[in-house]
């Protein structure tokens, strides 16, 4: 079983950047679809922003224009998100996850803190 694993998250003020980072060991990002989902207090788990194997991207309505989903599928075989422009409603655990398509495989990691104060 894979098990991806986020960084980056923290404490930033309202109007700051953070740049989330995933990786999962042993597994090959440019096989998967990957996504960056979140889940704020009392609330549902929501997809932030999603990147296919074929190079389409989409975001929640609520990110879009601030945030920028990306990967580096050579070597460092890394996901990243990009934050900026925070607003405290962004506050909520980042998840990070890679879904093959054919398969129906869905790994996911276990989540960083994104704070965003005022």
């Known amino acids: 079983q894979v098990q991806l694993v986020e960084s980056g998250g923290g404490l930033v003020q309202a109007g700051g950047s953070l740049r989330l980072s995933c990786v999962g060991p042993g597994l090959i990002f440019s096989m998967y679809d990957v996504n960056w989902h979140r889940q704020a207090p009392g609330k549902e788990r929501e997809l932030v922003a999603s990147?296919?194997?074929?190079?389409?991207?989409?975001y929640a309505d609520s990110v879009k224009g601030r945030f920028t989903i990306s990967r580096d599928d050579n070597a460092k075989n890394t996901l990243y998100l990009q934050m900026n422009s925070l607003k405290q409603e962004d506050t909520a655990v980042y998840y990070c996850s890679a879904y093959h398509p054919r398969s129906g495989v869905h790994y996911w990691g276990q989540g960083t803190q994104v704070t965003v104060s005022s």
């Open positions: 990147n296919s194997r074929g190079g389409v991207t989409e």
